[in-house]
Nanobody, 115 residues
């Protein structure tokens, strides 16, 4: 059974930083594409950042230069370092894995940025 557990969310002032973690199990993490999505209040879930099995990264324009996605294959864990946070970054952040055409999701972690 594939499990993804996010942690690291919380309340932070604008300009601050948070580091999200996504601990995974039940999947060969090193072969999976790892992603982070954000669902802001009243909006659809949107891709924030993605890193494939080769380490290639992709970011939403709104977070380029501020967020960094990374992975630790030995620990089967993905990370999202979020710096210079803005109020519009507020939302529930979901970790996702894509492997052999299947998508797997975590339960989400709330990030609230106060202005």
């Amino acid at each position: 059974q594939v499990q993804l557990v996010e942690s690291g969310g919380g309340l932070v002032q604008a300009g601050g930083s948070l580091r999200l973690s996504c601990a995974t199990s039940g999947i060969t993490f090193r072969f999976a594409t790892s992603s982070w999505y954000c669902q802001a209040p009243g909006k659809q879930r949107e891709l924030v950042a993605q890193i494939d099995s080769s380490g290639n990264t992709n970011y939403a324009d709104t977070v380029k230069g501020r967020f960094t996605i990374s992975r630790d294959n030995a620990e089967s864990t993905g990370y999202l370092q979020m710096n210079s946070l803005k109020a519009e970054d507020t939302g529930v952040y979901f970790c996702a894995l894509m492997f052999l055409g299947q998508h797997y999701w975590g339960q989400g972690t709330q990030v609230t940025v106060s202005s």
